[in-house]
């Protein structure tokens, strides 16, 4: 046997769901994708909507999980959680994704380093606003590493978090690095209102509401 082989089969991941549906968010929005939800979540963002996610899941093998997103024959791939760096074995993973010609994405809540993620993932990285309860979380160290190949999410509250928003925006330069996605909190923000600050102040971000949940409302593996 051959060590890619044993390294397979041996290399376990806590699963949390594996579906095939469109992309909701992201410059992805609306492609057809494949996601693998990892289990398990260091942050308790006031606004989470994946609670499902911090416990429970099963274990697979690396390879079980390759082979289950085969047989949905799709070639995007987005792992996401919960915080999928949370596991080592995410790294595996993502490569093995790469290798296999997927056009891969990982979603992660920016609270973890996102340095040893494979270079060809598309790294979508939150940047946590104060009305998340997590803003000391997130890894500013992760700034620098951000390619045009990433992208950088910021989901808001209310005014408070966008005027925060474009602090940041203007105090780590971030529309250099890469595309800035704002996100208004489903329950608290109503998307026209966002829409009118980023225009009012002429604010080059990408807007994004959750398409996914426009379609099919707040239904899990969705």
Wanted: aromatic share 4%; proline share 7%; net charge neutral.
């Amino acid at each position: 046997m051959s060590a890619i082989a044993a390294s397979g089969r041996s290399v376990r991941l806590r699963i949390t769901e594996i579906f095939h549906s469109l992309q909701g968010e992201t410059s992805r929005t609306g492609l057809p994708t494949v996601f693998v939800r990892l289990t398990g979540c260091p942050l308790r963002c006031t606004w989470c909507d994946t609670e499902y996610s911090f416990t429970g899941g099963q274990m697979m093998a690396l390879d079980e999980v390759l082979a289950q997103i085969a047989r949905f024959g799709c070639k995007t791939v987005c792992v996401t959680g919960g915080e999928p760096l949370a596991q080592k074995a995410c790294l595996p993973l993502l490569t093995r994704l790469c290798d296999a010609g997927y056009s891969v994405s990982l979603e992660t809540s920016g609270a973890l380093p996102i340095g040893e993620v494979d270079p060809r993932v598309s790294r979508i990285v939150d940047l946590k606003a104060p009305g998340s309860g997590e803003e000391a979380r997130n890894c500013l160290d992760n700034i620098p590493l951000l390619t045009p190949h990433d992208e950088l999410k910021l989901v808001l509250a209310d005014e408070a978090d966008y005027q925060w928003a474009k602090t940041q925006i203007d105090t780590h330069q971030l529309l250099e690095r890469c595309p800035v996605l704002l996100a208004p909190v489903q329950s608290t923000l109503p998307p026209a209102q966002l829409a009118e600050w980023i225009l009012r102040d002429r604010l080059p971000v990408r807007m994004q509401v959750q398409l996914h949940k426009v379609i099919w409302g707040n239904a899990p593996g969705r």
